[in-house]
């Protein structure tokens, strides 16, 4: 919640300065009346297309520090609607979807625990990993809600900025991944280490996981876009500029799981995010546009 507090600010400051910035450059005179017909256009749809990079940050994973990530590309889509209740200012919300991609990756890891075999002998196994690499895709219905602002009002050319809150619904929230692990144990009584026997501690094994992200039923995220319009006529405006998104805190459901091993046992590949402190999503790209005026 202080999050959203803190982007509200800036928000309304942002509003208040272009509101007062369009009347000062833009007054509502004789002239622009007769422009605009007696009326001014207030109620548009606009249809958006946004090729986008995208990011899907794992954020900290404890015994992960050589972690990399690398983003990926998605093309969002939007259906907005926006009702100017003053020359300069107006509300907007629509329904669209964003789609989130990134690749984690790992060159090697390793790790142990103190368990027990089937003869009731205690030992510490210790697993081995190398090519660990992890892709996950996030996409979201998206619902966005916030101001819209223009200046000038009327005319061939001009520039819009809009922003706000989104609420944010899963979609797809897939993972997979791949990489190779050896195991080996260690017995401190007989201060013996074995290691290469295929059924019990083997090595090399080829290891592929595919599954579902554990993810929040309901996410926010911060919006925000500016573009440059251009009037193909008195109803109707194309709009190119760019945009960002961003989630305001953890889209994941639960935190780090406090065992968390990428693997365990052979054969076995969890989930990088399962040992996530806090996971978020990220795009910024183009906003292409056609606008359509209703009223």
Sequence with gaps: ???????????????????????????????????????????????????????????????????????????????????FFS??????????????????????????????????????????????VENNKIGYIHIPVGLSLRFPAEGKIGFCLQGGIGFDIPLVKSYDGSGKFSYSGYYATYNVTLSDIPVYFPSNVPTTATGDLELKPFS?????????????????????????????????????DPNFMISSKADEMNSLLEGSSGASVQAIGLSLGLRYFLK
Excluded at 225 to 245: A, D, E, R, W
Aim: glycine share 10%; charged share 15%.
């Design 87 to 132: 020359r300069a200012a107006g509300i907007s919300f629509g329904i669209g979807y964003s789609g989130f991609s990134s690749q984690l990756s790992l060159v090697s890891w390793s790790d142990n625990y103190s368990t027990k075999d089937s003869e009731n002998e205690s030992y510490v196994m210790t697993i081995n990993g190398s090519s660990i």
């Design 220 to 256: 926010l995220s911060v919006n925000a876009s500016g573009s440059v319009f251009v009037s193909l006529s008195k109803k109707m405006q194309v709009l190119i500029g760019g945009h960002y998104n961003r989630a305001l805190s953890n889209i994941l459901s639960s935190g780090p």
């Design 1 to 83: 919640m202080k999050n959203i507090a803190s982007n509200s600010k800036y928000f309304f400051l942002l509003f208040f300065l272009l509101t007062a910035l369009n009347t000062a450059l833009f007054p509502q005179g004789t002239e622009s009346r007769k422009r605009a017909g007696g009326q001014m256009n207030k109620l548009c749809m606009t249809i958006y297309l946004n090729p986008s990079m995208t990011k899907v940050s794992s954020g900290e994973i404890a015994g992960l520090s050589e972690l990399s990530t690398s983003g990926g590309k998605s093309l969002h889509g939007a259906l907005d609607l926006d009702y």
